[in-house]
């Protein structure tokens, strides 16, 4: 097998991955702070444990989709 016709299972993989990262993501803004309002509570957050990893986790999926769809263009 070759390159071209594994690419776009990786990259469908990748995709599913990243989808399910983002979705498992606490979100710590409340309505009113998407929205222009005050939202005190989203001044400062530390990511610690599960959610420390689950973010480095989504960029390292990011970069690697960036990664595999760079590279189907050069191969194409």
Same mark, same amino acid.
């Given at each position: ?14 995709? #599913? %991955?990243?989808? /399910?990262? *983002?979705? =498992?993501?606490?979100?710590? +803004? ?22 420390? #990893? %689950?973010?480095? /986790?989504? *960029?390292? =999926?990011?970069?690697?989709? +960036? ?10």
């Amino acid at each position: 097998m070759d390159a071209q016709t594994v690419l776009p299972y990786v990259e469908i993989g990748l995709s #599913v %991955l990243i989808i /399910a990262a *983002v979705l =498992l993501q606490q979100s710590g +803004a409340s309505m009113g702070g998407t929205l222009g309002g005050d939202n005190f509570s989203a001044a400062f957050h530390t990511r610690r444990g599960a959610e420390r #990893v %689950l973010f480095y /986790a989504t *960029v390292v =999926l990011g970069v690697l989709f +960036a990664l595999t769809a760079v590279f189907a263009l050069i191969i194409a």
